[in-house]
């Protein structure tokens, strides 16, 4: 039998050049539904103020969570997830950018948070050189 995947999206986004008004895609699984390279807004919300101003890890565990914060929860229900990890990247203390996994909903609980989280960090090499790239165009 085949094993259920630890997600059925992932995407990550980096922080424009240590802004915390927009954010640019530099991983997609769906780059039809989530392309590459675009840019979205940050919203001023509970997930912005725990993640991005907080630096901590978030848990969304259901579609009604989800559409609570997220503008695009249409284009997550219809990807079939209802459930979201997003995990800060940090480097130095500054936040870069999140990890974000998500799968079908209540897939996710605590303890696939604590699983996922050491990814995040490997994450960071690539963000700063992403974002030291965006400078320079």
């Known amino acids: 039998p085949r094993s259920t995947p630890l997600y059925s999206s992932a995407a990550s986004d980096v922080y424009k050049r240590q802004s915390l008004k927009y954010v640019e895609r530099v991983y997609s699984s769906n780059v039809k539904a989530y392309p ?49 990890i997003n995990i800060p990247v940090i480097n130095n203390n500054i936040i870069l950018g999140t990890m974000n996994i998500l799968h079908k909903e209540f897939y996710y609980n605590s303890e696939t948070v604590k699983l996922a989280k050491p990814f995040a960090s490997l994450l960071s090499g690539y963000f700063l050189f992403h974002q030291q790239n965006m400078k320079t165009k």
């Open 36 to 84: 590459l390279l675009g840019t979205k807004p940050i919203p001023k919300n509970e997930w912005t103020k725990k993640v991005v101003l907080n630096k901590k890890n978030f848990l969304g565990k259901d579609m009604r969570t989800i559409k609570k914060l997220f503008f695009d929860h249409e284009v997550i229900s219809n990807l079939d997830c209802g459930s979201i």
